[in-house]
């Protein structure tokens, strides 16, 4: 479960990353891609709410004249029929699962009998039996509009991963705690392979651009609580002094697709992540760290 939820967490700071290198690292420009991305999804969605479309009703909302405020054009969906009068044709909508309850429909139009949809200016009559009201029909009616809404709110959705995915960055840093098994230290000669990235000095890595290098921790004589930490890479072999109570922390870099154990290292002059290919290497350094 861990590792597929590891990388989840990772997929906002994988899309960050690859928008990050399309831009080329452009701060500003990931931002108007962030206003873009809400605007993709902020106009359409402000469209559909302010163009005007009849409100979908029942026979039950006209009978109660349970209408919502400000609602004057209505669709009803029912079966329509035709009365002969003393005055002429009428059309009357008559309620599908209630036959007794049916409105009375004013059109200029000659309309079709059977199952049908009409829109137009409602009037709600309260009533539990008979005429319910009246409607003054389009002509033709306006068909209900399948809006996909899913489809305006994806860019909002890409815009919130790739702001999380900035914050986090990328490989994404979590806690490891889990329980290590007991790990000899490391010997005073011994190495292990690992990948650095943080700061040492004046320079710096990120995560991403780990370099792969070979750690290990020389002991100081002459100061028993101190240790060398030294760490070769192609870049350079570098020595850092760090006390053996620094403070030291067992941490996951999670990518998509896996996850790497590592070590966030903190010393007055670097601040050190260090991964690991795997678990028993990494608990063997901070084995010889404490």
């Known amino acids: 479960m861990t590792p597929l939820f590891d990388s989840l967490v990772a ?75 003393a005055s002429g044709v009428l059309y009357e909508l008559h309620d599908p699962r209630d036959d007794a309850l049916y409105v009375v429909v004013v059109t200029l139009a000659p309309l079709s009998p059977g199952h049908t949809m009409v829109t137009g ?94 750690v290990g921790l020389a002991p100081m004589p002459d100061l028993p609580d101190m240790g060398e930490l030294r760490i070769a890479a192609p870049g350079g072999d570098r020595a850092i002094r760090i006390r053996r109570a620094a403070a030291v922390r067992r941490i996951r870099l999670c990518r998509v697709g896996r996850s790497e154990p590592a070590l966030e290292i903190h010393a007055s002059t670097a601040d050190l992540v260090l991964a690991f290919a795997d678990r028993r290497s990494r608990d063997r350094l901070a084995a010889s760290l404490r």
């Open 11 to 85: 997929i906002p700071g994988a899309l960050a990353h690859i928008v990050s290198e399309l831009l080329h690292g452009s701060r500003r420009a990931t931002r108007m891609v962030l206003i873009g991305l809400l605007l993709l999804t902020a106009v359409p969605i402000y469209l559909v709410g302010s163009t005007p479309r009849p409100t979908d009703l029942t026979f039950e909302d006209m009978s109660l004249e349970r209408i919502p405020a400000m609602t004057s054009w209505g669709r009803l969906e029912g079966e329509l029929r035709v009365v002969k009068s």
């Open 121 to 214: 200016h409602i009037s709600p009559r309260r009533a539990t039996t008979g005429n319910v009201g009246t409607i003054d029909a389009d002509t033709p009616a306006v068909p209900p509009v399948d809006e996909p809404i899913w489809l305006y709110l994806s860019p909002a959705v890409v815009a919130i991963l790739l702001s999380i995915g900035l914050a986090t960055g990328y490989p994404v840093v979590r806690r490891d705690g889990s329980t290590p098994p007991p790990a000899p230290p490391l010997g005073p000669d011994e190495t292990v392979a690992a990948a650095w990235s943080g700061r040492i000095g004046r320079d710096g890595l990120a995560p991403i651009r780990a370099e792969p290098c070979t």
